[in-house]
């Protein structure tokens, strides 16, 4: 019950947000967009209050066992799934380059450690070595900065995923962003006596990979740290058998939580700006004597900025 609340609530923010034309021409959806928070909130407290009808002398503490680690999963998976799809919406680099550095890193590091591995990085794994370590570093940088040259060039892998009312279809077609247009970068003095050039071409996202493929090998591996901790608690080897002799799903997705975690964080933060499309579609929903005062506000303020000439005031 709690799964399917958390779900409710998550992805029908994402319905709001993507498909604004297409709630506009249902009313019935119209009430379940404008108050979604407030039933999202209802069921949750529906739930609750079972949960405390339902408890059972002498079986207290089970229960609430339980009942704490039903939220803690739900935290966990369903909430940073819900990011991994906001990623993919913002484009399909965003979620191909941070998970192919992870799988990278997982590779190089394994590789690098059983060669050249000698000094242990931590108890809870002892197989990790720094040499694994550091070397699955600079093998997914460089990685993560071939491998985004390339998805650069396509419109399919960098253009955010929109819903077209009109074709009732997501298209990912669009005027590429400045993040996937090739610049002109000049070289650092250092590198450019070793490397003999003093320019350089290349796309802007792939200073943004060098950031994510930072972030895939020094942190990421802490969450494979985490499920190692975890596993050894609870005494046991695998999550489950699904794959052999590499352990269960979640067995192979212990770093990638985390990764879209920052990802979203990234993408919030340092990239995404204004949504003209976004805000556009907002505007529409409003009532028309609201669409109106926004208008004139919106004029009046271009007016005041220079933009529009005074004489089509009024």
Same mark, same amino acid.
């Given at each position: 019950y709690f799964l399917l609340c958390v779900n409710y609530f998550f992805y029908g923010e994402t319905v709001a947000d993507y498909f604004a034309t297409f709630v506009q021409?249902?009313?019935?959806?119209?009430?379940?967009?404008?108050?979604?928070?407030?039933?999202?909130?209802?069921?949750?407290?529906?739930?609750?209050c079972m949960f405390v009808l339902s408890l059972v002398k002498k079986h207290y503490r089970l229960q609430f066992y339980m009942f704490a680690w039903t939220h803690?999963? $739900? #935290?966990?998976? &369903?909430?940073?799934?819900?990011?991994?799809?906001?990623?993919? !919406?913002?484009?399909?680099?965003?979620?191909?380059?941070?998970?192919?550095?992870?799988?990278?890193?997982?590779?190089?590091?394994?590789?690098?450690?059983?060669?050249?591995?000698?000094?242990?990085?931590?108890?809870?794994?002892?197989?990790?070595?720094?040499?694994?370590?550091?070397?699955?570093?600079?093998?997914?940088?460089?990685?993560?900065?071939i491998f985004s040259y390339f998805l650069a060039?396509?419109?399919?892998?960098?253009?955010?995923?929109?819903?077209?009312?009109?074709?009732?279809?997501?298209?990912?077609?669009?005027?590429?962003?400045?993040?996937?247009?090739?610049?002109?970068?000049?070289?650092?003095? $250092? #590198?450019?006596? &070793?490397?003999?050039?003093?320019t350089v071409n290349m796309?802007? !996202?792939q200073m943004h990979s060098i950031a994510l493929s930072t972030f895939a090998s020094l942190i990421g591996p802490f969450g494979g740290f985490f499920?190692?901790?975890?596993?050894?608690?609870?005494?046991?080897?695998?999550?489950?058998d699904t794959i052999p002799g590499h352990g269960g799903i979640?067995?192979?997705f212990d770093c990638q939580y985390l990764m879209a975690t920052f990802v979203h964080v990234y993408i919030t933060s340092f990239i995404r700006g204004p949504n003209p499309s976004k805000l556009l579609k907002q505007l529409?929903?409003?009532?028309?004597?609201?669409?109106?005062?926004?208008?004139k506000t919106l004029k009046s303020h271009l007016v005041e900025k220079g933009i529009l000439?005074?004489?089509?005031?009024?």
């Open positions: 021409r249902r009313e019935q959806l119209q009430f379940l967009i404008r108050y979604h928070r407030f039933i999202s909130f209802a069921l949750y407290l529906t739930g609750f803690v999963t $739900l #935290l966990i998976t &369903v909430t940073q799934s819900h990011l991994v799809i906001q990623n993919l !919406f913002e484009g399909m680099i965003w979620f191909l380059v941070p998970i192919s550095s992870v799988i990278c890193n997982d590779i190089t590091a394994y590789i690098f450690g059983f060669f050249f591995g000698r000094t242990p990085l931590i108890k809870l794994s002892p197989k990790k070595t720094w040499e694994g370590f550091i070397g699955g570093f600079f093998s997914t940088v460089v990685f993560g900065f060039q396509h419109q399919y892998f960098v253009c955010p995923v929109e819903y077209n009312s009109e074709t009732n279809r997501f298209v990912t077609e669009c005027e590429p962003s400045e993040l996937f247009q090739m610049k002109k970068y000049a070289v650092p003095p $250092l #590198l450019q006596a &070793v490397l003999g050039w003093e796309y802007p !996202f499920a190692s901790g975890f596993k050894r608690a609870f005494k046991i080897k695998d999550f489950a979640m067995d192979r529409l929903i409003l009532q028309p004597e609201q669409q109106l005062s926004v208008y000439q005074p004489s089509l005031r009024g």
